[in-house]
């Protein structure tokens, strides 16, 4: 772990003003990026929930590298903030992963479905441990 952070029991949850406009900062591109990226593939492929799969898939990457830079104390608790929670965490989207998980189960598509679950966390996942491993030999 890394010594220069205040332990996570420390850290007030509710945030302060400057740690949510940081937050917000990153939300806005993260947000917007999100909403290019999905609404790009619309066109190319029947369903939007392969745009969702590529920016919660992505975000997940990010995610794991800054975790691992912010414990290694190479990213500040606002990099963290304004990446990891901000830009990063509005560009990935769990609820519309449900969403149109119960759009296919609804149609009648079962196989996409689990095709799209097991893709989504396999893939996710996988990203994730990735990024966390380039940060922690970064």
């Given at each position: 772990g890394c010594r220069c952070k205040p332990s996570m029991e420390s850290v007030n949850v509710a945030g302060s003003a400057p740690e949510a406009l940081l937050v917000g900062l990153g939300a806005i591109p993260g947000a917007w990026l999100r909403l290019k990226t999905v609404n790009h593939f619309e066109p190319m492929v029947p369903?939007?929930?392969?745009?969702?799969?590529?920016?919660?898939?992505?975000?997940?990457?990010?995610?794991?590298?800054?975790?691992?830079?912010?414990?290694?104390?190479?990213?500040?608790?606002?990099?963290?903030?304004?990446?990891?929670?901000?830009?990063?965490?509005?560009?990935?989207?769990?609820?519309?992963?449900?969403?149109?998980?119960?759009?296919?189960?609804?149609?009648?598509?079962?196989?996409?479905?689990?095709?799209?679950?097991?893709?989504?966390?396999?893939?996710?996942?996988?990203?994730c441990a990735v990024g966390y491993a380039l940060g922690t030999h970064a």
């Open positions: 369903k939007k929930h392969w745009g969702t799969f590529l920016v919660n898939v992505t975000a997940c990457f990010a995610l794991g590298l800054v975790l691992a830079l912010y414990e290694s104390c190479s990213a500040s608790t606002g990099i963290a903030l304004l990446m990891g929670v901000g830009f990063f965490g509005s560009l990935s989207t769990f609820s519309t992963f449900a969403v149109e998980l119960l759009n296919e189960l609804r149609a009648g598509q079962i196989l996409t479905a689990l095709v799209l679950a097991v893709a989504s966390i396999g893939a996710g996942l996988l990203a």
